[in-house]
């Protein structure tokens, strides 16, 4: 397998208040995580600057500009969108380079020029809803990926595959009516957001929404169980042409945010197994957008898991 890692120190610029568990060391947790040696001869790339005309795909144009329009100017100045979600000078820089790394996955895999991509980002996106940033995010990365792979390479089918700790609600809002884009999570359920229940399945009981929702104290069994009856059975049967990660690594038993108790050896499992949709459907193309994860230990060791067995199969 094939293999590029995709960055920006812009990530290290988006600021958020003292004991937030987004902060930029989960940025440095990472790119330490993957400067061990044997991600040496891994492909490595500067994200380009995101563009609008992508983002407007998911999103409508006045919440772009009100967020452009309240980023602060002043080093250490903080606004606040919500009691989770602020921003700082490096904010929107930030989240335009997010969705840069995520495009530029995308060309990178539908090309052929790699077969997978792991995109080392913050701010994360699946809970940016369609008109309305929260919980950390501000657009959503994974949603602009799949309908920038639609527009730009004719892919008929995108599915996006999220196992962080909370649920994608605003990835399940900009894909519920749209068939073409399936939407497939696990997550610990009572939690934030509130979403993300087996009943919520798409417009009309479409069936393009997936979600498998786990209890506090569940870990690997319960996880793989998940994969095995209900997510796996779905994307086989959707057929995508597209497999996108939405990589949160918070569902480890280390995270402070949740209840869930997996290992890196989950998230190595559930990589592998989505390598196999990729295979058979869609000619191994993978792009991986990190997501949560908010111990330092556990997301290093986890991504490094995730990066190593999309490298190596």
């Not at 209900?230 to 918070?250: E, H, M, Q």
């Not at 995270?255 to 108790?261: A, C, K, N, R, T």
């Not at 330092?296 to 190593?308: G, N, P």
């Amino acid at each position: 397998m094939s293999t590029v890692y995709i960055s920006h120190q812009s990530f290290l610029k988006h600021q958020t208040p003292e004991g937030h568990p987004e902060r930029p060391d989960r940025m440095r947790a990472v790119n330490v995580a993957l400067e061990h040696e044997k991600f040496l001869f891994m492909p490595r790339e500067e994200a380009q600057m995101g563009r609008r005309e992508d983002i407007l795909r998911c999103h409508p144009e006045n919440m772009v500009d009100m967020l452009e329009a309240v980023t602060p100017e002043n080093e250490g100045e903080l606004v606040s969108i919500d009691g989770d979600t602020t921003l700082s000078p490096g904010t929107f820089n930030a989240a335009m380079y997010a969705i840069g790394a995520s495009t530029q996955a995308v060309d990178e895999v539908m090309t052929g020029q790699v077969n997978n991509a792991f995109c080392g980002i913050r701010p994360p996106g699946h809970h940016a809803e369609t008109d309305r940033a929260m919980g950390f995010c501000f657009f959503n990365n994974a949603a602009v990926a799949a309908r920038y792979a639609q527009s730009k390479y004719d892919a008929e089918r995108i599915a996006v595959i999220d196992w962080d700790l909370h649920h994608g609600n605003g990835t399940q809002d900009i894909f519920w009516d749209d068939p073409s884009l399936m939407y497939c999570s696990t997550h610990q359920m009572p939690l934030y957001p509130g979403t993300g229940a087996w009943n919520e399945t798409g417009k009309d009981d479409e069936g393009n929404i997936v979600n498998a929702p786990l209890r506090a104290g569940d870990g690997s069994d319960h996880i793989r169980e998940a994969f095995e009856t209900r997510i796996l059975p779905s994307l086989y049967n959707f057929n995508p042409d597209l497999v996108i990660i939405s990589a949160g690594f918070d569902a480890h038993l280390r995270d402070p945010l949740g209840d869930l108790i997996c290992t890196e050896a989950d998230f190595s499992w559930m990589t592998g197994k989505l390598m196999d949709v990729a295979d058979k459907c869609c000619d191994n193309r993978i792009v991986s957008l990190l997501e949560g994860g908010y111990d330092l230990q556990a997301l290093a060791r986890s991504v490094a898991v995730h990066v190593d067995r999309l490298m190596h199969g």
